[in-house]
């Protein structure tokens, strides 16, 4: 059973910064990429940023030169460092994982406001 676990959300000031981190359980055998996503009320859900199991990052040009994933294989876990918060990036943020073999795992997700 694979789990994917999510921390880091909270409420945080304009111009503020938060670390999300992703923790994943359970056996995996072939990870194709890991993302964020983020969804906020009203909206559909939509890519922060990912990277690749080569580490290729990739992100939505909302979030460009703020927000850094980065992943430890060693533990199993992909972080999100979001710095200079804006009140538009208020959503719950949602961790995936995609295999190989086109397989998707989300976690629950993790509320991140942000206001004054």
């Known amino acids: 059973q694979v789990q994917l676990v999510e921390s880091g959300g909270g409420l945080v000031q304009p111009g503020g910064f938060l670390r999300l981190s992703c923790a994943v359980s359970g056996r995996i055998f072939s990870i194709k990429s890991m993302g964020w996503y983020r969804q906020a009320p009203g909206k559909q859900r939509e890519l922060a940023a990912v990277?690749?199991?080569?580490?290729?990052?990739n992100y939505a040009d909302s979030v460009k030169g703020r927000f850094t994933i980065s992943r430890d294989n060693a533990k199993n876990t992909v972080y999100l460092q979001m710095n200079s918060l804006k009140p538009e990036d208020t959503a719950v943020y949602y961790c995936?994982?995609?295999?190989?073999?086109?397989?998707?795992?989300w976690g629950q997700g993790t509320q991140v406001t942000v206001s004054s």
């Open positions: 995936r994982l995609t295999t190989w073999g086109l397989h998707d795992y």
């Open positions: 990277i690749s199991n080569d580490g290729v990052t």
